[in-house]
Structures are given as structure tokens and as C-alpha cells.
């Protein structure tokens, strides 16, 4: 792999709408490169609509679902017929007995990732990281070449205590983040560790899964970017 590739990260799902005709749902889902695609917005009507609405010609190689609540894969069957693989995180709540259900129904071939999984891709590889407890699981998506951390909802992140937390930003070399920092509301403590965890880094993109009152404070930090369903992210190496 060419490590000049750029990255281009279509956010096709959100709860915020960035661009005209696209329909905001609280969701998620976004497309890298016309080749891997991260959650399913939260139902096939809205994820059609927005596909359509952004001129998406979608035939993703794959498709992972970071968290199995239902409202990251909803438009899964919308999938039919162009994906046959899809990544989940290992989880042993009812949640995840769902999307299994369903993902059976629909005929996919599933993968479980219970620990640290890579993957090759056209734009080089992808690491994913399942973090959370024995019953509740959640997927990172790392891209060494690019320092790209992208998080579906970032709640399975606070089960990583405040320094493993710290230290696993800086292990990875992450750069820039895409998605959900896990606050689902604004607190002292939870807006001082978020700050101390992205103040360096090059690029920040909140999406879903980030507190409406946190992403609106977020946005006034010189490198943190206002981003939702429509917008177009393009990351360089």
C-alpha cells in the first residue's frame, strides 16, 4: 500500500444533517473508500434515503457493525445481495442475540471479533479493538497508516479506567478521531478527560454517540471539525 492514500470517510448516517435533503436519525453510519462500511444507520428507510440523497453508488467489500444495539445496524437489510460479510463485536447481551438473529435471517456470514483482530483493505490495515466487559462488547476501528481512530459509539470506552485510557491513545499513535467519545451528557470530569485525550491530536470529527451539549462545546477547539450526516472527511497521511 501507497502510504500517501488518502482517506475519504462519506458519513452517510448521524444525528446531525450537514447537507441538503439528507435525513439526521440518531445513527450512524460511514463509508471509507468506497470499500468498508461502519454501521447501518437505524433503519432501512432512512439509510436508503441518505444513500440516495448524497449520489452513494454503495458496494462495500464489507460492512462492521461497531455496537449490536439496534440502532447502528437497522438498514442492514438494505444490504442484501451486496454484502456477504459482516464484522460484529463479540457480546453476550440480549442486544447481541439480536443482531445475531437478524444477521441470520438475512443471510450473512458473520464474524465475531472477541479481542484484536487486523484486516487488509485497498487502503492499507485495518485494526479492530473490542473493548468493554465479558458481556457488553464494542468495536474500535483503528487505521495504523493514518492514525485514524473511528469509535461507533464510544461508550465501551469508559470501561477502560482513566489512565489504560490515556496510555491506549498514546500506544496506538493516534492522530485523528471520527464518531462517539462516549458522553452522553456534559460533566467536569467527563469534558476534562475528553479534552486531555484529543487536545493534540491533529483532527477531531464528534459524530454519534457523543453528547449534544459536548459536541457543541467541542467544535469552539481549533482542531475539532463540524461534521454530520453529508459531510465528506478526507484524511491525508
Not at 484486516?119 to 473490542?130: D, H, K, P, S
Request: net charge neutral; charged share 20%; glycine share 12%.
Amino acid at each position: 500500500m501507497n502510504n500517501n492514500t488518502e482517506l475519504t470517510l462519506r458519513i452517510i448516517c448521524d444525528n446531525e444533517a450537514r447537507s441538503p435533503g439528507v435525513i439526521p436519525t440518531n445513527s450512524l453510519s460511514i463509508y471509507i473508500n468506497d470499500e468498508i462500511l461502519i454501521d447501518a444507520c437505524s433503519g432501512p428507510d432512512e439509510f436508503t434515503h441518505n444513500i440516495r440523497a448524497l449520489n452513494i453508488n454503495l458496494r462495500p467489500r464489507l460492512a462492521i457493525i461497531t455496537t449490536p444495539v439496534n440502532h447502528h445496524w437497522g438498514g442492514l437489510v438494505a444490504l442484501r445481495g451486496i454484502v456477504n460479510t459482516v464484522i460484529i463485536p463479540t457480546d453476550n447481551t440480549w442486544f447481541g442475540s439480536e443482531l445475531r438473529g437478524k444477521l441470520e435471517e438475512l443471510g450473512f456470514d458473520v464474524f465475531e471479533v472477541g479481542g484484536n483482530e487486523r484486516l487488509r483493505t485497498g487502503f492499507g490495515e485495518l485494526e479492530l479493538i473490542r473493548v468493554g466487559n465479558k458481556r457488553v462488547g464494542e468495536l474500535l476501528i483503528y487505521v495504523p497508516s493514518h492514525g485514524l481512530l473511528i469509535s461507533g459509539c464510544g461508550l465501551g470506552m469508559w470501561f477502560i479506567n482513566d489512565d489504560e485510557l490515556l496510555s491506549f491513545f498514546k500506544r496506538l499513535g493516534i492522530r485523528y478521531f471520527v464518531g462517539g467519545l462516549g458522553a452522553s451528557a456534559v460533566s467536569e470530569y467527563q469534558g476534562s478527560i475528553i479534552r486531555g485525550l484529543i487536545r493534540n491530536l491533529r483532527g477531531v470529527y464528534p459524530l454519534h454517540g457523543t453528547g449534544p451539549r459536548l459536541r457543541r462545546e467541542l467544535v469552539s477547539l481549533r482542531n475539532v471539525h463540524d461534521v454530520g450526516a453529508g459531510s465528506v472527511v478526507r484524511l491525508g497521511w
